[in-house]
């Protein structure tokens, strides 16, 4: 089975604070992805990347960075983190572009509140 | 762009009766996929049903199935004999093919009553 993990299921910080939000796969996929979720506003995306060192914003990709330095891995990092961003963030991965497979598969989420 | 519509923001059902999710969904592609993705309370979100435009069937799988209207972009979840696990948020998602971006709609709270 796939599995995508996240470093941490729930996390406080304080507004300005740097934070670094990991997510692992184990089953080399190209393609992950950041979203936040929000009620009422679903599921957004914020970046995602289809191979290692490559990033494309989505549709929020203020206020975020990325790194994908190796390629079971996929950060997300708030560089002075706002009490607008607290989320709850997923991370997902997939071979997309394969036909029948194409699926993403997702984390766990992390609860993230800014004070 | 894509856009995708879940009008129905929260539903009930009482249990072993049978569900409808709504979801529409706007693109000039022609081909894509549709799926539903479920996320039970405080749990991962998993793929429920995938559907390719190209096929007129209607994706199955056991007590799921989906009412795919092409013409109409129209793709609706049909959950048979509900059960209690099925309480979840409900996610339509599109992706153009090809193509890795997905799409959401904003989710529909289903609750399944004992």
């Known amino acids: 089975d796939v599995k995508v993990t996240q470093s941490s299921r729930y996390l406080v910080k304080r507004t300005g604070e740097k934070v670094f939000l990991e997510c692992v796969q184990d089953m080399d996929h190209e393609n992950m992805f950041w979203y936040r979720q929000d009620p009422g506003l679903g599921l957004r995306l914020i970046y995602f990347s289809y191979d290692v060192k490559m990033k494309e914003k989505g549709d929020i990709p203020e206020g975020y960075s990325v790194s994908r330095e190796k390629k079971e891995r996929f950060s997300l990092i708030l560089e002075s983190a706002s009490t607008n961003q607290t989320s709850m963030y997923l991370c997902a991965s997939g071979v997309l572009g394969s036909g029948t497979r194409d699926e993403q598969f997702f984390g766990p989420g992390t609860r993230l509140t800014v004070l | 762009a894509q856009t995708v519509t879940q009008s129905q923001p929260e539903m009930s059902v009482q249990e072993a009766e049978t569900v409808t999710l709504s979801c529409t969904y706007d693109?000039?592609?022609?081909?894509?996929?549709l799926f539903w993705y479920k996320q039970p309370p405080s749990r991962q979100m998993i793929l429920v049903i995938r559907q390719e435009a190209y096929k007129q069937q209607n994706a199955t799988e056991n007590r799921f199935s989906v009412n795919f209207q092409k013409a109409a972009k129209s793709f609706s979840l049909k959950i048979s004999d509900s059960q209690l696990g099925d309480t979840a948020m409900y996610f339509c998602?599109?992706?153009?093919?090809?193509?890795?971006?997905?799409?959401f709609g904003t989710g529909t709270s289903l609750t399944v009553i004992p």
């Open positions: 998602a599109f992706m153009k093919q090809p193509g890795n971006q997905f799409y």
């Open positions: 693109t000039s592609e022609n081909n894509y996929y």
